[in-house]
């Protein structure tokens, strides 16, 4: 990123704008942490010029006694719970600003083996990234309860 930073801080738009300068940064937080379990929030943001930079989320979710990694499959075990829980993402997704403007139909709601998740007390929080295709608003954190998929 130095290396990209130095090569375009040399073009005219630079010698025109402080918008070259380019930044990254990084920060965790523990999100969860109890009954056994440990959910771990992971945000890179990079900014390399441009109207505004980007954020990535990575979730890491463990058991505190056997130190397995979890992942969401581990928790929507079926199809079905894919779906149902998909269908509460979107409900909720498309009636709460600023989601609701873009969040249209529900194939607009990704749940899939590669989604982001965080555990809470009740339930799993569906973790989105920003500036995905339809979350530039920041990152979602959707609550799922475990009714909706146990």
């Known amino acids: 990123m130095k290396k990209a930073e130095k090569a375009v801080?040399?073009?005219?738009?630079?010698?025109?704008?402080?918008?070259?300068?380019?930044?990254?940064?990084?920060?965790?937080?523990?999100?969860?942490?109890?009954?056994g379990k440990l959910s771990l929030y992971y945000s890179d943001y990079a900014y390399t010029g441009g109207k505004s930079g980007k954020?990535?989320?990575?979730?890491?979710?463990?058991?505190?006694?056997?130190?397995?990694?979890?992942?969401?499959?581990?928790?929507?075990?079926?199809?079905?719970?894919?779906?149902k829980v998909q269908k509460y993402a979107f409900a909720y997704l498309s009636t709460h600003k600023p989601y609701s403007d873009t969040v249209l139909k529900i194939s607009d709601v990704t749940v899939n083996k590669n989604t982001q998740f965080s555990f809470y007390k009740g339930g799993i929080y569906l973790v989105y990234q920003e500036y995905g295709t339809q979350y530039d608003d920041g990152t979602p954190f959707i609550k799922i309860p475990k009714s909706v998929y146990q």
Do not use: R
């Open 55 to 83: 954020t990535h989320v990575t979730m890491y979710n463990f058991d505190l006694v056997t130190g397995k990694h979890y992942k969401i499959k581990d928790i929507l075990k079926t199809s079905c719970t894919y779906k």
């Open 9 to 35: 801080s040399k073009k005219e738009l630079c010698k025109k704008t402080p918008k070259c300068s380019y930044s990254y940064n990084t920060l965790f937080q523990v999100k969860y942490n109890a009954n």
